[in-house]
């Protein structure tokens, strides 16, 4: 961050998901859709590098997104100064574009193409896999569960070593948290596994 101007106050950082194709860079008509989340960190009242961290928000890869900053105070007030750059940033891993939407109320977004770069850095670590669970249901039927998190299909196969894994035909429902589909035990061997799918 470079050096504010006046005394802004009530700094926030958060991630949005876009409107739009997600796989698809900035354009005009899109814009930040839902928060996904808040960062904490400290206010940048001087200039500096600031992290913010919340380790509960699950990004997919190839997927593109906004990093939302905003002021509790108006522009009256002063305003934060957000170090930039010429061009684009780009790794191996992520793309920041040359361009930008800002807001004064956070509905209606106005589009800055090829602009500043806004210089940020962004450290994740890679979600591990679900586990399924098999209890029983209490009327003789077994339901399989695992956690609502990723996008994962439920495959069966009747040959845990085989490779003729099919998507299970048992319907999966889930309660926010917990994925689950309920199965009736018929007298021989089938195991399940969760594969996962492209966002």
Known sequence: MDVPSGTPGGFT????SKTGDPHSESEPGDSPQNSLGSFTGLEPTTPGIFDYTNPGIMLSPSTWYFVVVTASTSTNSGSYAWSATSGLIQTNSFTIQDEFFSSSNG???TW???QKTFQLALYASAVPPPNLSIARDGSGNAKIMWPNVGTYLLEQS???AGTNWTASSFTVTNNVFTNFGT??????????RLSQQPP
């Open 13 to 16: 950082v958060s991630i949005y």
């Open 158 to 160: 009747t040959n845990v």
């Open 112 to 114: 800055y193409p090829r």
């Open 183 to 192: 199965t009736t035990p018929a007298g021989q061997s089938l195991f399940f």
């Open 107 to 109: 509905l209606n977004w």
